[in-house]
């Protein structure tokens, strides 16, 4: 069976959500024009809202981190989405020479070591080429979902950065159910590995299949203790400003 066949089926006030997610996206694309971007891991989440920006024909620039670890089924979907969409997705890569060092000093499989170690790794590959990709961006867009685990709970519609940014999570409240049925419904371009029960997916080495039961990232540094599972990206301790409020509406 497919994720599709699995997952996709209806929720109650599913068009509510969506309709709330393209009027988030289509505000503030007309409130930061040219310099905006959609961050997209490549997965099930984010291949929805790549759908809502290419298919409403906003401005919204899409860009993704290719940490030089990802399947080689999640590298695809970048041609995928540029020949469907019409688009050209942004790819930021490491510094080659931070790898290499690192990697000479540490090893490749540095991140089973120490959580020290993984996050290293994760900085030298997400974290840095991040910071470029949103380099000069006023707003930025992510697939985060309430639902995803325990330290994603309160995720806000819309939140700003430790640099200042507006960032968006317009999918902040759908449920699993709700991403599928959307995908179905608009015949989405998905990662394969979602058949095969990845429901999130990162770097090779630091993602696994789950079993039945187990939580929605418990394929994620599935060696580490929970509350050390994120690599850093989605990490802010700033406040929603009064500026972004005015961008998600009344939905809380």
């Not at 979902?145 to 968006?168: C, H, I, M, W, Y």
Request: charged residues 25%.
């Amino acid at each position: 069976m497919t994720a599709i066949d699995l997952y996709a089926r209806p929720t109650p006030d599913f068009a509510a959500r969506l309709a709330h997610a393209q009027a988030v996206l289509q505000a503030a694309a007309a409130q930061n024009p040219g310099r905006i971007v959609q961050a997209t891991s490549l997965g099930a989440e984010d291949m929805v809202l790549t759908d809502l920006i290419g298919r409403n024909g906003l401005d919204i620039a899409v860009a993704t981190l290719n940490t030089g670890m990802l399947h080689a089924e999640t590298v695809s979907l970048i041609d995928r989405i540029n020949a469907r969409y019409g688009l050209q997705v942004e790819v930021y890569h490491p510094v080659a020479e931070s790898v290499v060092h690192f990697v000479g000093r540490h090893g490749d499989k540095a991140m089973y070591e120490s959580i020290d170690l993984r996050k290293q790794c994760c900085g030298i590959r997400k974290l840095e080429p991040l910071a470029r990709m949103l380099k000069d961006r006023s707003a930025w867009v992510t697939g985060l979902r309430r639902e995803q685990s325990a330290n994603r709970g309160d995720v806000p519609f819309s939140d700003t950065d430790d640099n200042g940014r507006t960032k968006l999570n317009p999918l902040a409240d759908w449920s699993w159910n709700d991403i599928w049925h959307y995908i179905a419904t608009y015949d989405v371009p998905y990662n394969p590995l979602h058949d095969e029960f990845y429901p999130s997916i990162g770097c090779a080495p630091c993602t696994r299949a789950i079993a039945v039961g187990e939580d929605f990232r418990a394929g994620r540094w599935w060696w580490e203790d929970e509350k050390a599972k994120e690599c850093g990206l989605h990490v802010s301790h700033q406040e929603t400003p009064a500026a972004a409020v005015s961008i998600i509406g009344a939905r809380a």
